[in-house]
């Protein structure tokens, strides 16, 4: 599509995403306030339909947005919430303009500001693009991660072949109008697990009657601490332990927690089974009583890592020089924390993040976005679309 006339078009668009936006924003979607979130789905619905897009209801609450045109090009999926973490009786409830082109509210970067991104971007495509095939997924509960979605993007019954996450586009230093926002190549994935270790409580003077767990529980500490592989970017930590009574006791149970970070969904699942091994493994035992130490856990969370692959590089090249060419200042940047995208990334389609809403203090009362640069990235979002449709075949 011609730069120029894409331009003069995101200008005359304006109005409309703006008013969007505000009308988004002043609706509380907080993740529990679940009818609330729903009239955010029924306005977006709303708008979709107006726009002729087609609208799906995923698994009830959550939605698909799609818009095709019969061709060859390879299926992209825009990737984004509804929801939000500010709680509809705080205080922080409505869209406010700061003057100089910022806006505050809640949620207005994570993640609506991304939202009517997406829109105008796909509306963008049928405007000026010859060939394309884009759906946006809309989460109804994204910022508890998903858990009623979950399963449908690790399916990915769409069949897509690319995804892209609307996450904010990070500044890198202060919002100002002119600061690199970051766009998100890879996001290691998180997995937490909560355990016991049990013993016998004795008299520390009696210690032929008891089995420490404080010792059981070190000797684990050490074994984790171990599967640390900085060349695989694998790092685990035993980050909180607590057991015992006092000094002159065998202490009977001791608790820790453990988490661990990956790059690989590969590693992810064999540091997850390293943990877990090493945790159940007994180590200490007591031949008077014939007693080992013994243990429990919890798995208490595991999210897929969005992996760098050729695939998704390809993306991150045609940002890189899509912006180029508009003069925008973004920088490819790797995160740790989870998005979506890492669960689109592990159902095995390509994701970058992070191509959203220009936005300082995501998830506080001062969460702020920058609204000029918000309209310029709906042309680099929309070019990056459009690129990828047709570069894209080769790879997809
Ligand atoms: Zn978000």
């Given at each position: 599509m011609e730069r120029s006339a894409l331009k003069l078009w995101v200008e005359s668009q304006k109005p409309a995403v703006e008013s969007l936006l505000r009308?988004?924003?002043?609706?509380?979607?907080?993740?529990?306030?679940?009818?609330?979130?729903?009239?955010?789905?029924?306005?977006?619905?709303q708008a979709a339909s107006e726009a002729g897009f087609i609208v799906e209801r995923i698994h009830a609450r959550?939605?698909?947005?799609?818009?095709?045109?019969?061709?060859?090009?390879?299926?992209?999926?825009?990737?984004s919430h509804m929801d939000t973490v500010f709680p509809p009786d705080g205080d922080f409830l409505h869209y406010m303009a700061?003057?100089?082109?910022?806006?505050?509210?809640?949620?207005?970067?994570?993640i609506k500001g991304g939202l009517v991104m997406g829109l105008w971007a796909m509306a963008a495509l049928r405007e000026f693009a010859s060939d394309y095939d884009v759906q946006m997924i809309v989460?109804?509960?994204?910022?508890?991660?998903?858990?009623?979605?979950?399963?449908?993007?690790?399916?990915?019954?769409?069949?897509?072949?690319?995804?892209?996450?609307?996450?904010?586009?990070f500044p890198q230093g202060v919002l100002t109008p002119?600061?690199?926002?970051?766009?998100?190549?890879?996001?290691?994935?998180?997995?937490?697990?909560?355990?016991?270790?049990?013993?016998?409580?004795?008299?520390?003077?009696?210690?032929?009657?008891?089995?420490?767990?404080?010792?059981?529980?070190?000797?684990?500490?050490?074994?984790?601490?171990?599967?640390?592989?900085?060349?695989?970017?694998?790092?685990?930590n035993v980050g909180m332990v607590r057991g015992g009574i006092s000094a002159n006791t065998i202490?009977?149970?001791?608790?820790?927690?453990?988490?661990?970070?990956?790059?690989?969904?590969?590693?992810?699942?064999?540091?997850?089974?390293?943990?877990?091994?090493?945790?159940?493994?007994?180590?200490?035992?007591n031949p008077q009583l014939d007693l080992?130490?013994?243990?429990?856990?919890?798995?208490?969370?595991?999210?897929?890592?969005?992996?760098?692959?050729?695939?998704?590089?390809?993306?991150?090249?045609?940002?890189?020089?899509?912006a180029a060419l508009l003069g925008h200042n973004v920088i490819p940047i790797a995160r740790g924390g989870g998005s979506d995208a890492n669960y689109i990334s592990a159902s095995g389609t390509p994701a970058i993040c992070g191509m959203g809403a220009p936005t300082a203090d995501i998830h506080t009362p001062n969460e702020t976005i920058y609204l000029p640069m918000l309209?310029?990235?709906i042309e680099l979002l929309a070019l990056t679309l459009e690129t990828l449709s047709k570069r894209g075949l080769q790879a997809s």
């Open positions: 009308d988004l924003v002043e609706i509380n979607t907080y993740t529990a306030n679940e009818s609330g979130v729903d009239q955010g789905m029924a306005l977006l619905d959550h939605r698909l947005i799609s818009l095709r045109k019969r061709g060859a090009a390879p299926r992209i999926l825009l990737i700061l003057g100089d082109g910022f806006v505050r509210g809640p949620g207005v970067g994570d989460s109804a509960d994204e910022e508890i991660g998903s858990p009623t979605i979950r399963d449908w993007y690790l399916a990915n019954p769409t069949h897509a072949d690319f995804g892209i996450g609307l996450e904010p586009g002119t600061v690199p926002l970051g766009v998100v190549y890879q996001r290691r994935g998180y997995g937490a697990i909560n355990f016991t270790v049990n013993g016998k409580s004795a008299h520390s003077g009696t210690p032929h009657l008891g089995l420490s767990a404080t010792e059981a529980m070190a000797h684990r500490i050490i074994r984790l601490h171990a599967l640390n592989n900085p060349e695989r970017s694998i790092s685990v202490a009977g149970t001791v608790e820790a927690a453990v988490s661990f970070r990956f790059e690989r969904l590969s590693d992810g699942e064999m540091t997850r089974n390293a943990v877990i091994e090493a945790v159940l493994d007994s180590c200490v035992y080992w130490d013994s243990a429990t856990y919890t798995l208490d969370s595991f999210i897929p890592p969005m992996e760098r692959t050729e695939r998704s590089q390809l993306m991150i090249d045609i940002v890189l020089e899509q309209h310029e990235r």
